[in-house]
Nanobody, 126 residues
Framework: QVQLVESGGGLVQAGGSLRLSCAASKFTFSNYAMGWFRHPPGKEREFVAAINWSGRSTYYAESAKGRFTISRDNAKNTVYLQMNTLKPEDTAVYYC???????????????????WGQGTQVTVSS
């Protein structure tokens, strides 16, 4: 059974940094694009960042550009989200997801991702 396990969430002050990790197992990780989504309290789930299977192409929401960096290590079956200069509005449950994605617009759509982790809470205090 496919597993995606996020870690690295927590409570941080505004302006601080966190690094989320997502460890994958039970599927061929290097064949899949990986994405990070978040679900802020009282709002809809939203796209944060994605990376193609090789790691050569990355995609970001406008809110993440310049502050967040997505990366992957196919040897370790892990995808990362480095989050810097965090803001209170970044508070959310963060999810990693895996999908067989090769079309540009599909990277941004949650419905294109087949596998999801259980989420990790990120809370940014002001």
């Amino acid at each position: 059974q496919v597993q995606l396990v996020e870690s690295g969430g927590g409570l941080v002050q505004a302006g601080g940094s966190l690094r989320l990790s997502c460890a994958a197992s039970k599927f061929t990780f290097s064949n899949y694009a990986m994405g990070w989504f978040r679900h802020p309290p009282g709002k809809e789930r939203e796209f944060v960042a994605a990376i193609n299977w090789s790691g050569r192409s990355t995609y970001y929401a406008e809110s993440a550009k310049g502050r967040f960096t997505i990366s992957r290590d196919n040897a370790k079956n892990t995808v990362y989200l480095q989050m810097n200069t965090l803001k209170p509005e970044d508070t959310a449950v963060y999810y990693c997801a895996a999908g067989s994605i090769f079309v540009y617009r599909d990277y941004f759509s949650a419905t294109r991702y087949a596998y999801w982790g259980q989420g990790t809470q990120v809370t940014v205090s002001s």
